[in-house]
């Protein structure tokens, strides 16, 4: 957990550094970059669990992460500044519609179809396009930075995330839990850890818009390609993942509305 730790801010540094020498926006930094590799656990657990035929525990293990995740940033982003959600609504709307399609089709059938994988896998496609497209902007950063430093922390951040996932099983397994509880709140806690980390790392630096675009970028390659993907490739049971599902469509619904009502002042708050 401590090299977790260390190798998040460690990482946070680098990677703001190097976007900002680059010419790449707090936002962008946030929600393309540093959000693609805080899913790096998720990304790896998900191939490894298609190459053992059993696709429901990667994607348990990411709707877990994203469950964990959404509800830490409803209850810490108040505390920071809500009113710098309003540039992340496009983000927003995103990961409600990816929620609602997949609490659809959890709904609809008894296990995962085709379509649905296409379905939302192809919503990469349309949310990579808004970042290309957007004005380049300012960094805050203007701090220089190691490409050395830059690729360990990515590498014991990866490291630190996958023991703790396997630590996660290994513990579980002793008390024999079912496969989907296991993957959703075992490994999927343990998973969103250093997506969490990243988000108090930067909220506590003053780099909000990087909190934000962690959150919003890493919930939507959760909820589009990694699952798409593992649908796609085997039969996924929906059995046990209506609650959690629904749960996270809230939360989404929640983080809508902070982008649609950010100037709401919260007691304690400060932006």
Do not use: C
């Not at 939507?220 to 609650?243: F, Q, R």
């Amino acid at each position: 957990m401590a090299v977790l730790i260390v190798s998040s801010d460690r990482f946070f540094d680098e990677a703001t550094a190097a976007m900002g020498r680059i010419g790449f926006s707090d936002r962008f930094s946030g929600s393309i970059f540093a959000a693609m590799v805080a899913v790096a656990d998720e990304i790896s657990l998900s191939i490894f669990s298609v190459i053992l035929r059993t696709p429901l525990v990667g994607f348990g293990a990411v709707e877990g992460s994203n469950l964990v995740t959404l509800l830490f940033f409803v209850v810490w982003m108040p505390l920071f500044s809500i009113q710098k959600t309003r540039a992340f609504r496009a983000d927003a709307v995103f990961v409600l519609l990816l929620s609602i399609i997949t609490y659809y089709f959890s709904t609809v059938s008894s296990d995962f179809k085709i379509i649905a994988g296409i379905l939302l896998s192809l919503f990469i496609v349309p949310y990579l396009m808004v970042y290309v497209r957007m004005p380049r902007g300012k960094s805050s950063t203007t701090e220089e930075f190691s490409l050395i430093m830059l690729v360990l922390s990515i590498v014991l951040l990866t490291a630190a995330s996958q023991i703790i996932v396997e630590d996660t099983i290994a513990l579980s397994e002793l008390d024999h839990i079912d496969i989907a509880a296991l993957s959703i709140y075992g490994i999927g806690i343990a998973s969103a850890i250093p997506e969490t980390v990243m988000i108090i790392v930067a909220s506590i630096k003053k780099k909000v818009d990087i909190s934000i675009g962690v959150l919003a970028g890493s919930s939507v390659y959760k909820m589009s390609i990694i699952p798409g993907l593992l649908i796609m490739t085997g039969k996924i049971e929906t059995t046990g993942l209506d609650l959690p599902l629904m749960t996270i469509m809230i939360l989404s619904v929640i983080f809508l509305f902070y982008t649609l009502y950010g100037t709401i002042k919260f007691k304690g708050g400060y932006r």
